[in-house]
């Protein structure tokens, strides 16, 4: 099955709503984990919120580029504070041994708006001009630099209040993840990649956020003409490294998992050679999806095949064991001449096999599903090729 060749960009439903994804059913908690947290709001003014970005609160410039807002409406942001109306508030949390730094758990696009306004730059390099205003027209077009100009008017901005809380006395990381998929349930979901990289913040999720800042076969399946905002690129590369990773074992908790592959690799990056070790697992994976898009087609590839043909969302579950698969070299060389034959031995495995279609539909991160679906892939590819693919190290608790 070739390449198809229809036009993709952002189709974000097709990757939303995925068993296989992180939540928070991923957390062991209880109440008495909670018993510390302390709640301190403040109303910090602008100014104050704008001198403490990059020093106390950190927005780390290795991934403030991942804006998810547009320019339209970062400018009416502005607007709406200048206007006094009154805006959700931002949740800071104190990091661990530290009580006057802070990471972000809500509102890391407000900061960024306030900073790139106040600093006079988007992120694309241009010019910050307000545009688009809906009430405060004499500012159309006027960037921060000609607003200052004018002390009542730059006083409207500055002196204005932002509900801003911080949370202190957490002893547990899952507390935080919990909040931040509490605050994230609604209809814009974001990864708790960005979560990760706060709690996590070292030379390996650095390296990896640039690397997938160059647009590639990764960006390709998820219909991305640049990198992801929400940061699925990111989350995909790490987890097909984890799984790659024999020294960390899958025990049933996908965030601990993807947690201690990025703790690992902070502490080894610096290692000689290291770096270059994950590079070329990273281009192995390019080249995995690439095969794998170049024989399912970019509409099927890790998708689930049920009652006789594809469904449309990303199956997360079916992207680990096909990058998996078609990373051992002697099975993707043996694969070029064959791609026929491995669709249709993943349809038949998918009809014939329930309990391989429940592995990747329903309790996907479960270690008996996880185990089960990489065994039953793994074996088909052992029968069609006659080549032996160790399994990825899957282990009871």
Same mark, same amino acid.
């Given at each position: 099955?070739?390449?198809?060749?229809?036009?993709?960009?952002?189709?974000?439903?097709?990757?939303?709503?995925?068993?296989?994804?992180?939540?928070?059913?991923?957390?062991?908690?209880?109440?008495?984990?909670?018993?510390?947290?302390?709640?301190?709001?403040?109303?910090?003014?602008?100014?104050?919120?704008?001198?403490?970005?990059?020093?106390?609160?950190?927005?780390?410039?290795?991934?403030?580029?991942?804006?998810?807002?547009?320019?339209?409406?970062?400018?009416?942001?502005?607007?709406?504070?200048?206007?006094?109306?009154?805006?959700?508030?931002?949740?800071?949390?104190?990091?661990?041994?530290?009580?006057?730094?802070?990471?972000?758990?809500?509102?890391?696009?407000?900061?960024? *708006?306030?900073?790139?306004?106040?600093?006079?730059?988007?992120?694309?390099?241009?010019?910050?001009?307000?545009?688009?205003?809906?009430?405060?027209?004499?500012?159309?077009?006027?960037?921060?630099?000609?607003?200052?100009?004018?002390?009542?008017?730059?006083?409207?901005?500055?002196?204005?209040?932002?509900?801003?809380?911080?949370?202190?006395?957490?002893?547990?990381?899952?507390?935080?993840?919990?909040?931040?998929?509490?605050?994230?349930?609604?209809?814009?979901?974001?990864?708790?990649?960005?979560?990760?990289?706060? %709690?996590?913040?070292?030379?390996?999720?650095?390296?990896?956020?640039?690397?997938?800042?160059?647009?590639?076969?990764?960006?390709?399946?998820?219909?991305?003409?640049?990198?992801?905002?929400?940061?699925?690129?990111?989350?995909?590369?790490?987890?097909?490294?984890?799984?790659?990773?024999?020294?960390?074992?899958?025990?049933?908790?996908?965030?601990?998992?993807?947690?201690?592959?990025?703790?690992?690799?902070? %502490?080894?990056?610096?290692?000689?050679?290291?770096?270059?070790?994950?590079?070329?697992?990273?281009?192995?994976?390019?080249?995995?999806?690439?095969?794998?898009?170049? *024989?399912?087609?970019?509409?099927?590839?890790?998708?689930?095949?049920?009652?006789?043909?594809?469904?449309?969302?990303?199956?997360?579950?079916?992207?680990?064991?096909?990058?998996?698969?078609?990373?051992?070299?002697?099975?993707?060389?043996?694969?070029?001449?064959?791609?026929? %034959?491995?669709?249709?031995?993943?349809?038949?495995?998918?009809?014939?096999?329930?309990?391989?279609?429940?592995?990747?539909?329903?309790?996907?991160?479960?270690?008996?599903?996880?185990?089960?679906?990489?065994?039953?892939?793994?074996?088909?590819?052992?029968?069609?090729?006659?080549?032996?693919?160790?399994?990825?190290?899957?282990?009871?608790?």
């Amino acid at each position: 099955m070739s390449q198809d060749k229809t036009e993709w960009s952002d189709r974000d439903e097709e990757f939303e709503g995925d068993d296989a994804d992180e939540s928070s059913s991923d957390l062991e908690l209880s109440e008495d984990k909670f018993a510390g947290l302390l709640v301190a709001p403040a109303d910090w003014t602008i100014e104050t919120l704008y001198r403490q970005i990059g020093k106390q609160i950190d927005l780390d410039p290795d991934f403030q580029r991942r804006n998810v807002w547009s320019s339209k409406a970062k400018s009416r942001f502005i607007e709406s504070l200048m206007l006094g109306i009154p805006i959700p508030q931002i949740l800071l949390s104190a990091k661990p041994n530290s009580k006057s730094s802070f990471l972000v758990l809500d509102g890391k696009q407000r900061l960024l *708006t306030i900073k790139e306004f106040l600093d006079g730059t988007l992120p694309n390099g241009r010019p910050f001009h307000l545009r688009s205003l809906r009430v405060l027209k004499e500012i159309e077009g006027m960037s921060w630099k000609k607003i200052s100009e004018d002390p009542e008017l730059s006083a409207k901005l500055l002196n204005e209040t932002q509900r801003t809380t911080v949370l202190r006395g957490w002893t547990d990381e899952s507390i935080l993840y919990e909040i931040f998929y509490r605050l994230n349930s609604g209809s814009v979901k974001l990864s708790p990649m960005e979560l990760r990289m706060s %709690l996590y913040p070292g030379p390996f999720l650095k390296f990896i956020l640039r690397w997938t800042e160059n647009i590639g076969p990764l960006h390709h399946l998820l219909k991305k003409r640049n990198p992801d905002p929400r940061m699925g690129d990111v989350e995909l590369a790490v987890r097909y490294l984890a799984f790659q990773e024999n020294s960390i074992p899958y025990k049933g908790d996908l965030k601990v998992f993807l947690d201690s592959l990025c703790e690992k690799y902070n %502490l080894r990056f610096d290692e000689i050679d290291f770096e270059e070790s994950v590079i070329n697992k990273l281009s192995i994976l390019q080249k995995s999806i690439e095969f794998g898009i170049k *024989t399912f087609g970019n509409k099927y590839f890790c998708r689930k095949f049920s009652d006789g043909k594809y469904e449309m969302r990303f199956n997360r579950a079916l992207f680990d064991i096909f990058v998996y698969s078609f990373s051992n070299q002697d099975f993707i060389n043996w694969s070029k001449d064959h791609a026929g %034959l491995i669709v249709e031995s993943f349809q038949n495995l998918s009809s014939n096999d329930n309990e391989f279609l429940r592995s990747i539909e329903t309790t996907t991160k479960s270690i008996d599903a996880t185990k089960y679906r990489f065994e039953q892939w793994l074996k088909v590819c052992r029968e069609i090729s006659g080549i032996e693919i160790p399994r990825p190290v899957i282990v009871e608790r």
